[in-house]
Nanobody
Framework: QVQLVESGGGLVQPGGSLRLSCAAS????????MGWYRQAPGKQRELVAA???????NYEDSVKGRFTTSRDNAKNTVYLQMNSLKPEDTAVYYC???????????WGQGTQVTVSS
């Protein structure tokens, strides 16, 4: 059974930081591209950051220079370090695991991030 479990969300003031974690089980983690998506109320889910099996990263333009994603294959965990948070970063953040070879695609349950004073 595949599970992706996010943690680390919460309420933070503008300019603050949070680190999200996503622990995976039931997959050969090192083979998967791991992505972080977010969905704000009334908006479509969007890709925020992704990291390949060889740790190549890419970011959505609005978070470049503020967010960093990394992975620890020994712990089957991917991280999203979010700095200089803005109110527009408020959303539910979802972890995604995708194996390009097979098309296998899995989602976590999401974690709420709220940036507000």
């Amino acid at each position: 059974q595949v599970q992706l479990v996010e943690s680390g969300g919460g309420l933070v003031q503008p300019g603050g930081s949070l680190r999200l974690s996503c622990a995976a089980s039931g997959i050969i983690f090192r083979f998967y591209v791991m992505g972080w998506y977010r969905q704000a109320p009334g908006k479509q889910r969007e890709l925020v950051a992704a990291i390949t099996s060889s740790s190549v990263t890419n970011y959505e333009d609005s978070v470049k220079g503020r967010f960093t994603t990394s992975r620890d294959n020994a712990k089957n965990t991917v991280y999203l370090q979010m700095n200089s948070l803005k109110p527009e970063d408020t959303a539910v953040y979802y972890c995604n695991a995708r194996w390009v070879v097979t098309g296998d695609n899995y989602w976590g349950q999401g974690t709420q991030v709220t940036v507000s004073s």
